[in-house]
Structures are given as C-alpha cells and as structure tokens.
C-alpha cells in the first residue's frame, strides 16, 4: 500500500470516529405549548390516603388534573361547536311544536335562538297547548315559556329572549356563551361553504332521478357551473336552492325547519311552506347570494368540496372542517 493511500485511510478513519461523537440536540420549548399547557392543566388538590393501596404507594397520586376533561364531565350538554348537536336539536323542538300556533317571530322568539342559547326540549308530555317547556342540561334549569300566539308582542318576546340567557345559573357555560348563527347557520358569506358541501351531496343523492318541474331556472342556470350541473337537473338544483330536499319522488323537506310539501306544489311561483323563522324563508337568498358572490375564493371552496366528495371524505363534523381549514391555510 503506498504512504499516499494510507494517508487517505487515516484521514478518513479519523473522520469516521469524529462521528461517533454523541452530541445533545435540544429543542427549545415552545411558548405556545408552555401556555396551553397552563391553562390545561391545574395542581390536584391531594385525596386523603386511599385505603385501599399500601403505604409505600400512597404518594403515588395524580399531581395535575385536566381541565378540560373535567369540564367536559361536568357539562356534558355544552357542544358549542357541534353543528350536527345544535340542528338536531332544532329539528327536534321544530317537529314538536310544527302543528301548534305559537308566537315564534323571526328575531327574538323561535327554535334558533332557543338552542342557541343551550335549552331543549324537556319533556313532549310537559309542553302542552301554548306552555313551552325547557330544560338546561348544564346546570338542569327549567323554563316554561307561554307561547300564546293572540298575546304575544314582539316586547314580549324580547323579554323571553332576555330568559333565554338570563334563566342559566352564574356557573353554567351556556350564561356567558351562545352558539354561533353567523359562521354556522345564518346564509352568509361566512356559512355558504356548508350550504354548497349541502348541495353538492344532495345532487349525488338524486343523479338517477328523472326529474323536471315547470319552474323558471335562469337563476339556477347562472350557478350552474358551481355544481355541474347539466340542463335537465336545474329544476332539482332549484329545489334544493329553496332550501328543500327530497324524502321521496315526489315529497320534499325543509332541511331547517322541517316543513314537507308535495313536489308539484313547488310549481306554485307564490308557494312558501317555511316557517317564520327559518333560514330559508326568503326562498331566493340563497341563490341571490350564490349570484352575488362567485368570486375567486368561493369557486376555490367549491372545487374543494368536489374534490374531497372524490376522495369519498363524506364526513360533515368538526373532523371535517378542521381538515379543510387545514387544507385553506395552505393555499394562502
Ligand atoms: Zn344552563
Ligand atoms: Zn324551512
């Protein structure tokens, strides 16, 4: 071996063993994390000793406890951000109360602000005639609400609406909270995406039917290109812009406030079936706004929603939308 290739062998062995160095990589702690961590978890108060355990395992204890899961223990009912938890349990108090006339109005008194605000439905039994009754299931407060419809006045209401908030106990979340109808309910700008995801599912669940109404659809036409929607589909994609979808052929349902109606009924240009406080009453707002507000963004949305319903993400809850805020955070 000549002294040139055993030099290189030397450097390189050398190179080698420096390698072997063990070195501590330390990552630094994050702000964000110490502060969640803060809040999230609290010192336990420490038990009296637990009879049950030897003496030399009675310091074993739990030193912190979490927050949250003792608050979700404790409130069990509080599902601020459940959008699938708030619409069943408007439909639920919608259903009960469809067939009786009570002095709902459009801003103070109805199903929304109701559930908003954490109440429901006590019991069928307890909610006769024009008694409304309701129950908290945080702090197990009861309201009975007479909804009389001759003596109610929009004062009246407002002071109902005050009981609403007001009737919770100091200690229940639902006294400082409310369920938030802009970002999820209300039509907005801010909830069109959860009513394209609607659409856009209900579309797929008919795209066998054979069906076309006599109705007017150069509105539908303007939106089409939203949904793929061919010619002969702009009736049912009328249909569904009104708020409705099908439960067969030829009967449809409000999706908010439960009203059903025959199909050929929807032929009438003067025909509304909603009630005073639903979302849809105004039956072209929604395609009003669609109109008003194909921008960039939207037609973004819309593309995401055809795309995920390809990957067969169907799923409609917090999962969901987490994962396309996700997905938003990305594109910006
Ligand atoms: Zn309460
Ligand atoms: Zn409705």
Redesign the pocket.
Known sequence: MDEDLKTRLGNLKEKLNCGNETKVVTVPKSEAARLVNKYKFKPKERSRKNRFLPEKLQKFQKLYSNSVEEAENKFPDFKLYSRADFEAKVRQLADVTAHRSLGWDRKWLNPIQIVSR?WHLYTETKTEGSILALR??????LLYLDLEESSRSSSANESYHNMLKS???ID????NHKYDLEQNYNLSRASLFLEVQRIIDKLEEVKHFEFALPIEVQEERKVSSLFDVEDQQLSILAVFLRGYSFITKDVVECNACGMKCFVTTLRDKEYNGHAIWCKYEDESKLKKLLVSLQDESLQREVKEVHESRKDGDQSNDLQDRLKWLERYFKTI
């Open positions: 954490g908290c299931k945080c702090c197990h407060s009737q919770h106990t229940c979340p639902w006294s």
